[in-house]
T-cell receptor, first 114, second 115 residues
Framework: GAGVSQSPSNKVTEKGKDVELRCDPI?????LYWYRQSLGQGLEFLIY????????KSGLPSDRFSAERTGGSVSTLTIQRTQQEDSAVYLC????????????FGPGTRLTVL | KNQVEQSPQSLIILEGKNCTLQ??????????LRWYKQDTGRGPVSLTI?????NTKSNGRYTATLDADTKQSSLHITASQLSDSASYIC??????????????FGKGTMLLVSP
């Protein structure tokens, strides 16, 4: 496809379960971002990948959160032992380069932890 | 710490009226500023991008202004339509090579256009 895609679009899980969220960036985009948007809040940076460089994990809220980017393309955000406060929309964005270039956003995954 | 503050937090206007949204930022050094529109349940979509040297830029009924000296931007919407109801997010990019790896987002202004 031409845009950033994310799956699943919605995920409902029970507290304590692990979840995996997937992001397919635009082909050729070397930068990939994960953000979280809680209800009524702005976008919160989680993690950033740029090419083969070490990811910037400074936004991950706890060690329950991790992310991988395989082959410089698809990325997976994993949340272990989910808590109710993890409920949010998780947005992925990709861009051609690290800064200054327009990021394109995916539609997001709405995570609800019961 | 780089910050982006938007005002108002929310706004209700009648269809056909104009409105102006504000964005103040402290990101430095600065590369560019974007306004995004985020419809409910969708990802943000870019409306305009402004660089340091640009003062105004239009995209249809949307006009963005930038004052790099005061670090302020505004988004003016003319002749509002019901479809303009959305969250408008101001996003600031740091300068390349500045050492900052991330964009800085405002919390957005929630606009509701009422018939």
């Amino acid at each position: 496809g031409a845009g950033v895609s994310q799956s699943p679009s919605n995920k409902v899980t029970e507290k304590g379960k692990d979840v995996e969220l997937r992001c397919d960036p635009i082909s050729g985009h070397t930068a990939l971002y994960w953000y979280r948007q809680s209800l009524g809040q702005g976008l919160e940076f989680l993690i950033y990948f740029q090419g083969n460089s070490a990811p910037d994990k400074s936004g991950l809220p706890s060690d329950r959160f991790s992310a991988e980017r395989t082959g410089g393309s698809v990325s997976t955000l994993t949340i272990q032992r989910t808590q109710q406060e993890d409920s949010a929309v998780y947005l992925c964005a990709s861009s051609l380069e690290r800064t200054g270039d327009r990021p394109f956003f995916g539609p997001g995954t709405r995570l609800t932890v019961l | 710490k780089n910050q982006v503050e938007q005002s108002p937090q929310s706004l209700i206007i009648l269809e056909g009226k104009n409105c102006t949204l504000q964005c103040n930022y402290t990101v430095s050094p600065f590369s560019n500023l974007r306004w995004y529109k985020q419809d409910t349940g969708r990802g943000p979509v870019s409306l305009t991008i402004m660089t340091f040297s640009e003062n105004t830029k239009s995209n249809g009924r949307y006009t963005a202004t930038l004052d790099a000296d005061t670090k302020q931007s505004s988004l003016h919407i003319t002749a509002s339509q019901l479809s303009d109801s959305a969250s408008y997010i101001c996003v600031v990019s740091p300068e390349r090579g500045s050492g900052y790896s991330t964009l800085t987002f405002g919390k957005g202004t929630m606009l509701l256009v009422s018939p």
